[in-house]
């Protein structure tokens, strides 16, 4: 890595015009479009997404987080005054108690209730706060018949990144094709633009494709505040590597194939487990707070894919640590000049050595 790692927050801005932030998803997600960066040279190409069938070889490893998104924003009424309330789920604590947010927090003391459903009088669902935490958190258990998982799909909302101004017509577009696992508050985003024939076209070249899990939390859109990024505190999420996963990315690595991940989430799992494990892969779970930044010293992965980042974020930190600062900042330049479409529901990168 020939960047040096002391660098500061404004080294990582650069200017976005507005309406390049995408509000609403391709119809055909493989046909976004695909920026090829070569994180050595800093030499970039246009393609599309589907084109990223070339750029793979037989004997890698894609790897894929198939945390599925939470419709979690749910929309309730106070039983007490007959207020509006709105709940925004962030973790599961234990049993039927999640951390949450709620709004308005001033109007939530310990005790009270929310009810949810077309009727008040008789509501789906009944969430009571039992824990009030700073920042307007609350603990809330929930009181139900049947599945939680299913009343939150029949009540609950999916919970957008903020500079999405859009409404979501249909809220599957927001999961990937691979999503199986319920636990996230926003999408792995990177992989919205595979599809099932995609999938098995790359498969069918010799590609070994390999999950892992990742529950992304709503931290991933707190901004960096602090001018010295040293001083930034990451977020923890919730990880997991089977041992089926770990075996087959070992055997790939073992016959010089490249693990190529999917999205920042898929990077941060695979570098939490390279780093614990002093550049081996093992099964595993945990909480990752891993912070990447120029100067980290990569453990296992070769390639990845990834969507354009926020300006100032950690993951245009991360993807710096890869591709070199300069190198990453001239390519999102060619981007925004070109038109590329930025964000959740935006155009991708395929950055490689």
Do not use: C
């Not at 669902?125 to 009343?151: A, N």
């Amino acid at each position: 890595m020939t960047d040096a790692p002391h660098y500061q927050l404004s080294d990582f801005d650069y200017d976005l015009p507005e309406e390049l932030i995408a509000q609403t998803p391709l119809k055909d997600r493989s046909s976004s479009r695909l920026l090829v960066l070569n994180a050595l040279t800093g030499a970039y190409e246009d393609k599309h997404f589907y084109d990223i069938f070339d750029y793979l070889n037989p004997g890698d490893a894609l790897v894929m987080n198939n945390s599925r998104v939470l419709p979690a924003r749910l929309h309730g009424i106070r039983p007490q005054t007959g207020g509006h309330a709105e709940v925004l789920l962030l973790r599961q604590d234990h049993d039927d108690v999640w951390e949450v947010l709620v709004k308005p927090a001033k109007k939530s003391p310990i005790g009270s209730t929310i009810v949810f459903g077309d009727d008040p009088e008789n509501p789906v669902m009944t969430g009571t706060i039992v824990k009030e935490l700073d920042h307007g958190g609350r603990y809330i258990e929930f009181t139900y018949q049947g599945i939680f998982m299913e009343r939150l799909e029949e009540l609950g909302e999916m919970p957008l990144p903020p500079y999405i101004k859009e409404k979501l017509d249909d809220q599957e577009r927001y999961q990937t094709v691979y999503s199986k696992v319920d636990g996230s508050a926003a999408a792995p985003t990177a992989g919205l633009h595979w599809t099932p024939e995609l999938l098995q076209k790359v498969a069918d070249k010799g590609v070994e494709l390999v999950e892992l899990t990742l529950h992304v939390g709503l931290g991933t859109f707190r901004p960096v505040d602090e001018e010295n990024i040293e001083d930034h505190k990451m977020h923890s999420e919730f990880y997991q590597l089977s041992e089926e996963a770990a075996a087959k990315l070992n055997k790939v690595r073992a016959n010089g194939g490249r693990v190529v991940a999917t999205g920042t989430t898929s990077i941060r799992t695979l570098e939490t487990i390279g780093t614990k494990f002093q550049g081996e892969l093992k099964a595993d779970s945990g909480w990752t707070d891993i912070f990447i930044k120029p100067g980290y010293d990569w453990q296992i992965v070769d390639a990845f894919i990834t969507n354009f980042h926020l300006p100032k974020s950690t993951l245009v930190m991360l993807v710096a640590a890869f591709t070199g600062r300069d190198n990453i900042l001239n390519a999102y330049k060619h981007a925004v000049t070109d038109k590329y479409r930025f964000f959740s529901f935006g155009d991708a990168m395929f950055v490689h050595k």
